[in-house]
């Protein structure tokens, strides 16, 4: 015997299929995009603001993966360190560049004020020899005697590297999409008219 449904039904059907298959589709967003650099509008917590000029950090550690990190870098080892210039206006100012650990101050990585006119500046730390810690990044405009400075934290071997376990993702999505499927069944098979309806 045929199901007939009604329109009114089948529209709701269709209307709670789509909305769970959106709720799957924005739980299975990479996590890409949630990465630091964003809209121009948007916080760049990697940004360092020296007077009106900004200075973009970005780490890699080469040994453990090409992946960039900002803030907190979860491995010890040798780092790759990049700053990029925000705009032109940094390039015909003296710019020194420092990272210390921190709360002891101690030095680990310097650049003295110098004009950099590609506008990036590379360094490289071995973090082993300082160790897991908190540090800071220091990046200061020097004039004569004057200078303007600013800092981002830095964490190292502090925190683990947030996995992105696809696999566990997957079985997620596919268990909500099941259970969805078992619960729409019992639904219709609730709403079809029984034998003794007739």
């Known amino acids: 015997?045929?199901?007939?449904?009604?329109?009114?039904?089948?529209?709701?059907?269709?209307?709670?299929?789509?909305?769970?298959?959106?709720?799957?589709?924005?739980?299975?967003?990479?996590?890409?995009?949630?990465?630091?650099?964003?809209?121009?509008?948007?916080?760049?917590?990697?940004?360092?603001?020296?007077?009106?000029?900004?200075?973009?950090?970005?780490?890699?550690?080469?040994?453990?993966?090409?992946?960039?990190?900002?803030?907190?870098?979860?491995?010890?080892?040798?780092?790759?360190?990049?700053?990029?210039?925000?705009?032109?206006?940094?390039?015909?100012?003296?710019?020194?560049?420092?990272?210390?650990?921190?709360?002891?101050?101690?030095?680990?990585?310097y650049l003295e004020p110098t004009k950099i006119k590609s506008g990036t500046v590379n360094g490289t730390v071995d973090f082993n020899k300082f160790g897991a810690g908190n540090y800071l990044i220091h990046v200061a405009i020097v004039h004569k005697d004057k200078s303007i400075d600013n800092h981002i934290p830095l964490s190292i071997g502090l925190e683990p590297e947030a996995s992105d376990n696809l696999l566990l993702k997957a079985l997620f999505i596919v268990t909500l999409i099941a259970a969805a499927i078992y619960f729409m069944k019992r639904l219709a098979d609730k709403d079809a008219p029984r034998p003794s309806d007739v």
């Open 1 to 109: 015997m045929k199901e007939n449904i009604s329109l009114p039904a089948l529209i709701n059907r269709i209307a709670c299929s789509c909305r769970v298959l959106v709720l799957f589709g924005l739980l299975a967003l990479p996590s890409a995009v949630y990465a630091h650099r964003g809209a121009s509008n948007e916080i760049d917590a990697c940004n360092i603001l020296v007077g009106h000029e900004r200075v973009h950090f970005t780490a890699y550690t080469p040994t453990f993966n090409n992946k960039e990190y900002c803030q907190s870098i979860p491995h010890l080892g040798t780092t790759n360190l990049v700053f990029d210039y925000g705009g032109k206006g940094l390039r015909n100012l003296t710019v020194e560049f420092e990272v210390t650990k921190e709360p002891e101050g101690t030095r680990v990585f």
